[in-house]
DNA sequence: ATGGCTATCACGGATAGA
């Protein structure tokens, strides 16, 4: 069972890229981040054509994200608990063949020392509860998306670059760790131990073509799942695209 | 580098991203 994760930055704006890329990878089930259209206007037609069903979180403009399976999503949810006051779409989780698929689009969090890097540490707090709630179920689960977090020095092609950002002080990779210690794996770092990889590359000062990237889009599987899981590779190839997300796709391989 | 690209909403330029 393949399963992907990928920020598409508007599956409007994406739509030729990442059906192209979904014909070609065939992932059973993946996650999508920054949708950015809300739930009624997905392009529901066209990834139903191949096959997949939808369970699909949007809202207008900004965020929004989906959950897309070959196979069908059991117990649907959307929206991560613990703020009912929160309105960004950035949560969604559904069980596909008995794997509990989440798929999350964490907060920037930038400017640091704003509303929005609180905003930021306090959904990490959240998504800490709700991996506690989920292990204490003891099923396996993956929790996929853009986590925005570059989780050590070696993540990055220029740490230096990234000191003070939100997406890599030390109070958001402490709450990132405090989720690899309550045991979930970062499946791509587990199984490439000593590899340099990035998920996002900017569109500005060419930092595709120099590979000045960050590797902030993760799958962390619980321990149920990471004992099955057999490959773990990030997907070079639809950033090298026209009209490319800014990110590009994460898959892992797990035994059924 | 004072984020020098991109997408959205809405039709100019602000807002957000990372």
């Not at 992932?27 to 739930?39: G, H, S």
Request: with cysteine; hydrophobic share 40%; glycine share 8%.
């Amino acid at each position: 069972m393949r399963i992907a994760t990928w920020n598409v930055n508007s599956v409007k704006a994406r739509l030729s890229n990442v059906l192209d890329w979904l014909r070609s990878a065939e992932p059973d089930v993946a996650v999508l981040q920054e949708i950015k259209c809300e739930t009624e206007a997905f392009p529901r037609f066209e990834f139903e054509a191949l096959g997949y069903r939808l369970l699909v979180h949007g809202q207008k403009s900004y965020n929004g994200v989906a959950l897309i399976s070959k196979h069908p999503i059991e117990d649907p949810m959307t929206g991560l608990e613990g703020d009912d006051g929160d309105a960004q779409a950035r949560y969604v989780e559904g069980t596909v063949k008995g794997v509990r698929v989440c798929g999350l689009y964490l907060p920037n969090g930038n400017p640091a020392g704003t509303e929005k890097y609180d905003y930021k540490l306090a959904w990490m707090d959240r998504l800490h509860r709700r991996a506690g709630t989920l292990l204490a179920a003891g099923r396996p689960f993956v929790m996929g998306g853009d986590f925005n977090v570059i989780p050590e020095e070696r993540d990055a092609a220029d740490p230096h670059a990234w000191v003070g950002d939100a997406l890599f002080l030390l109070e958001t990779r402490r709450r990132y760790r405090a989720l690899t210690h309550l045991g979930l794996t970062d499946s791509w770092r587990a199984l490439n131990p000593t590899a340099t990889g990035y998920s996002f590359w900017d569109y500005q000062g060419q930092a595709w073509q120099a590979d000045n990237g960050i590797r902030i889009d993760h799958l962390l599987a619980s321990p149920e799942l990471a004992d099955r899981l057999e490959t773990c590779v990030i997907d070079r190839e639809p950033r090298g695209r026209d009209k490319a997300s800014d990110h590009t796709p994460v898959v892992a391989t797990v035994s059924e």
